[in-house]
């Protein structure tokens, strides 16, 4: 399920759904209006394996990691939000729910910084398509970096792994 955060635009909800996106989100959809951050956490546990997009980066933090979830946060503009969802829900190491499940994911034009569960360090990805294309993304190998900047190491999606081995 990929509920939206009310603090996405009516406009990119529409669009998501435009292009057959199943989305709903709070404060439409379902939940009441204003609900603040600390419940959303409680909100999402009594879901079935949500997708959370947000663009309050409050959300990316380590401890937040949980297997029954996934939290995206967009550090984008209003009105591109529908686009980087779109992406990101069509990235090869990210495009079914078991494989978002147990991570916070922050999304920039820079790339996907990931949080996940047992794990010490972000991984930063980065990609060229990812960032600027247009349409879909075609999920070609990115750069993986720890959140030091030490590993510059680079892997296929495959190579991923699945987010809720433990």
Known sequence: MNILDENIIASQRQLLRSWRIRVRQIGYDMAQKGISDDQIIPFLLQRRRP????????F???HLCHRRYCLVGLAIE??????FIRRVLNHGGLDTQAKRMGT???VSHQGLRIWRQMQMK??????SRFISGNGLVETPPFGLVSE??????????HQLGNPCSS
């Open 51 to 58: 997708t959370f997009f947000t663009r309050d980066l409050g």
């Open 60 to 62: 990316f933090e380590r």
């Open 78 to 83: 209003k009105q591109e939000v529908a686009t």
């Open 104 to 106: 916070v994911i922050r």
């Open 122 to 127: 972000s991984n930063h990805l980065t990609g």
């Open 148 to 157: 030091d900047g030490q590993d510059g190491r680079r892997v296929n999606d």
